[in-house]
């Protein structure tokens, strides 16, 4: 049954859809010797796919996995960085960060920290970062100065950012110090620095920004321990099954610790 070739690629666990598709654009990837092109589709029993001149063959497909990371300030969310900057993958053993396809799930910018999921499954990295999916997530923030009650009501209704209104988040004070504050806001969507750019824009830049969440999956729950910085664990099933609640009515098979 034929396919579009970065859905085929997503499914084998070789890259997310939108990398697949850059790679596509980048002349990387070739269908029966020849070059590959968007849109394209291919029978995955009868084409065959090649990347960098190395064949892909289906039973070749390595077994999904699914970590939770504490990503560090200063390492990019990213496979690979033109900057030379050090990468999620690179927190990751030899044995889990290459040949496997595993990429971050959406991003945290390279000054912030937290939670991030990071996985080969690339049907589920799109179902996840398309932007009609709304998974909620939490955030520890803190800002300078010390915003007033009206303030966090504006941005929990919604800031206009480059001509299109923020969705409705959750923001609530935790605690005023002298010169700043510290936030818990929660969100329905993820658009560019989002948080950083409606602080900076209602006069309370950002001085530190955390992830604690992303749905239910946290960096410490009643059944795992808090996760350091810079360290992995694969999701407990439970956590799974959260995952598969928000894209799938069928089951997602996975790779446990």
Request: charged fraction near 25%; aromatic fraction near 4%.
């Given at each position: 049954m034929e396919a579009r070739l970065q859905k085929i690629l997503a499914q084998w666990g070789i890259a997310s859809r939108r990398e697949a598709e850059e790679m596509i654009r980048q002349s990387r990837v070739c269908v029966n010797g020849i070059l590959a092109h968007l849109g394209q589709k291919v029978d995955p029993h009868q084409d065959k796919i090649s990347i960098d001149g190395k064949p892909v063959l289906s039973e070749q497909r390595p077994s999904l996995m699914y970590l939770l990371l504490h990503k560090p300030v200063g390492v990019v969310s990213t496979c690979h960085d033109p900057q030379g900057r050090p990468t999620v993958l690179d927190l990751l053993p030899s044995e889990l960060s290459t040949g496997l396809g595993i990429h971050p799930v959406g991003r945290l910018d390279v000054d912030s920290t937290g939670a991030l999921i990071l996985t080969n499954d690339g049907e589920l990295t799109y179902a996840l970062t398309h932007p009609s999916h709304s998974i909620s997530k939490t955030y520890r923030v803190v800002v300078e100065g010390n915003p007033p009650a009206t303030v966090l009501k504006t941005w929990s209704q919604g800031i206009v950012l480059e001509g299109k209104i923020t969705r409705p988040a959750q923001v609530r004070l935790i605690e005023n110090y002298i010169d700043r504050s510290c936030l818990e806001?929660?969100?329905?969507?993820?658009?560019?620095?989002?948080?950083?750019?409606?602080?900076?824009?209602?006069?309370?830049?950002?001085?530190?920004l955390h992830r604690t969440a992303i749905g239910s999956i946290q960096l410490k729950t009643s059944i795992t321990p808090f996760l350091p910085v810079g360290k992995y664990r694969y999701l407990t099933k439970d956590e799974m099954s959260f995952l598969h609640k928000q894209i799938s009515p069928t089951p997602i098979k996975t790779k446990l610790s």
């Open positions: 806001i929660i969100l329905q969507e993820g658009r560019n620095r989002q948080i950083r750019r409606v602080a900076q824009q209602l006069g309370y830049p950002v001085i530190k």
